[in-house]
């Protein structure tokens, strides 16, 4: 009995040793309250956000807008579709040697610019397909459109490369006497235009008239080729008249010599039309060629437009100039281009001066060629220099239109006169000498 209880009461401890073991390996409860998260100060607990909290967004600095970057990237461009005969130089600027001539149609890739953006240098393709022809050159940026023929916008161009420096022509040889405030576009370009003349064969010390009746008035430097002017304060001016006083057989003297491109009534088309001034001594040549060829002059006063603006289109006028222009530059002429008078009749004949006075100066700058601004010149005349008809400038009392006193001065044709012969001196001095 003793030993079955004994039995007995060590099966129970055996069982009771073994449920303790099996407790033992239980996980431990871990108590949620606020004091667990300082239970541990060496390895703090990484608090997980609940998961419908939004994260922190970070966000990227601004982009700097003040100047972009240069991209490298061409852009496909084009000329107005106005433009014509635009010129490649080699190199930025009037002073680079001119590498070719571009119309309206020509298209290129602009690949750089001057920091001032006003020249852009080109890449032109003889063929959209093959580049291997391509040449490369500079132009004027005013002349540059789009593919679509629209204005650029500088932003577009500033992103390309600087490449170079612009570097404007100087007049060719230094003189005492100063160019005037109403005359401009004195560069190395006329210098070109007279070199090559006289590669041609042109008379250094001639001079023609070009243009309609105001050019062609007994009024206009005819007097100074017959002796009759006085200088005055202008005697400076002896120089220039000795210099194209000169002439020889054919030509006489340049001041008294009756052109053959110059008429009255005549327009800008008149000195294009073939064969009508002198069939007899030019064929069909036009009034323009037939006295450039008979005449071989270094130097043409032109002053036409006038008669054009009087019910003319400004855009046929543009034309014709600038096929009298290159007409001149072709044959080794030195075209020195005018502005035209004002006209006191109404307003609408004042605006229409003032358009075509504007196309102008535009063919000036286009083909780098001198301007005589005559309309600027008599802006503080009495009736601006105008006579009585409103179209003609005003002759002196004593017809003395070539003698340069203050009072005749107040003249129309005096002041013509006097610009005129300053036109030539700054010509001789800086372009011929």
């Not at 020509?106 to 291997?132: C, E, H």
């Not at 601006?384 to 005749?408: E, I, R």
Request: glycine share 8%; net charge neutral; aromatic share 8%.
């Amino acid at each position: 009995m003793n030993l079955r209880l004994r039995t007995i009461k060590l099966l129970a401890i055996f069982m009771l040793i073994c449920l303790l073991a099996v407790l033992g390996t239980l996980p431990k409860v871990k108590m949620t309250h606020a004091q667990d998260a300082t239970d541990s100060p060496t390895r703090p607990l990484a608090t997980i956000p609940p998961t419908n909290t939004p994260r922190a967004k970070i966000t990227a600095a601004p982009a700097i807008t003040a100047t972009p970057a240069a991209t490298q990237t061409p852009i496909a461009a084009r000329l107005c579709s106005d433009c014509v005969r635009i010129r490649l130089r080699s190199t930025p600027g009037t002073a680079g040697d001119v590498l070719a001539f571009l119309d309206s149609n020509a298209q290129f890739m602009i690949i750089g610019r001057t920091a001032d953006n006003m020249w852009v240098k080109i890449t032109l393709a003889s063929d959209a397909g093959d580049t291997s022809d391509s040449k490369s050159g500079w132009i004027a940026a005013q002349y540059v459109r789009s593919t679509n023929l629209q204005k650029i916008d500088e932003v577009v161009i500033g992103g390309l490369p600087v490449l170079d420096v612009a570097v404007a022509a100087p007049p060719t040889a230094t003189s005492s006497v100063g160019v005037p405030s109403w005359m401009s576009g004195v560069t190395a370009h006329a210098r070109q235009i007279y070199l090559h003349g006289q590669s041609l064969g042109n008379h250094p010390n001639v001079f023609s008239r070009v243009g309609d009746s105001i050019s062609f008035s007994p009024y206009f430097l005819t007097p100074i080729g017959q002796g009759s002017y006085q200088l005055g304060a202008y005697g400076s001016l002896s120089g220039v008249i000795g210099y194209f006083s000169q002439g020889n057989a054919r030509t006489g003297n340049s001041f008294a010599n009756q052109s053959l491109a110059a008429g009255g009534g005549w327009n800008s088309n008149t000195l294009l039309i073939p064969g009508y001034s002198a069939p007899q001594l030019c064929g069909k040549d036009s009034p323009l060629v037939c006295e450039y060829k008979l005449v071989k002059p270094a130097v043409a006063l032109i002053m036409v437009g006038t008669n054009d603006s009087g019910s003319g289109s400004t855009d046929q006028f543009a034309g014709n100039l600038r096929q009298i222009v290159q007409t001149s530059i072709d044959m080794g002429v030195v075209p020195v281009i005018s502005t035209i008078p004002p006209k006191r009749i109404d307003q609408a004949q004042t605006d229409r001066v003032n358009a075509f006075n504007a196309v102008i100066h535009a063919v000036a700058q286009q083909y780098d060629i001198p301007l005589w601004d005559y309309w600027a010149a008599m802006q503080n005349a009495p009736n601006m220099g105008m006579s009585s008809d409103g179209l003609h400038p005003s002759v002196p009392p004593d017809k003395a239109s070539c003698n340069f006193t203050t009072d005749n001065l107040q003249y129309g044709y005096t002041i013509r006169n006097l610009t005129a012969l300053q036109a030539l001196d700054v010509i001789w001095r800086l372009v011929l000498y």
